[in-house]
Nanobody, 126 residues
Framework: QVQLVESGGGLVQPGGSLTLSCAAS????????MGWFRQAPGEEREFVAA????????AYGESVKGRFTASRDNGQNTVYLQMTSLRPEDTATYYC???????????????????WGQGTQVTVSS
């Protein structure tokens, strides 16, 4: 079992920045693949980012590439999603996810992830 708790969502103006955090606990998190998805009202869930726990491999969705950066705190079991140049279309509930036994693969399908956080709301509006 892996427990995921997100934080850091909020209201930000277009062009602004926000960093989401995800605290992971439970089984040995060093073997998991971490990721982020988002879902806006009435929209399908969208892949945002994924990375191996070691950060050796990362992947980003096309709509966020170059603006969002995933990272990890070496001293804590916490991963981050740094979001810059935010746009109104980035407004969504963001979910931290984890997958086990993916052996370095970075899935982009939500069904490939075993554990989900509760979600945190990000609203980009002036």
């Amino acid at each position: 079992q892996v427990q995921l708790v997100e934080s850091g969502g909020g209201l930000v103006q277009p062009g602004g920045s926000l960093t989401l955090s995800c605290a992971a606990s439970g089984r040995s998190v060093g073997s998991v693949t971490m990721g982020w998805f988002r879902q806006a009202p009435g929209e399908e869930r969208e892949f945002v980012a994924a990375h191996t726990w070691s950060m050796e491999k990362t992947a980003y969705g096309e709509s966020v590439k170059g603006r969002f950066t995933a990272s990890r705190d070496n001293g804590q079991n916490t991963v981050y999603l740094q979001m810059t140049s935010l746009r109104p279309e980035d407004t969504a509930t963001y979910y931290c996810v984890a997958a086990v036994d993916r052996y370095g693969a970075l899935p982009r399908r939500d069904g490939s992830y075993d554990y989900w956080g509760q979600g945190t709301q990000v609203t980009v509006s002036s």
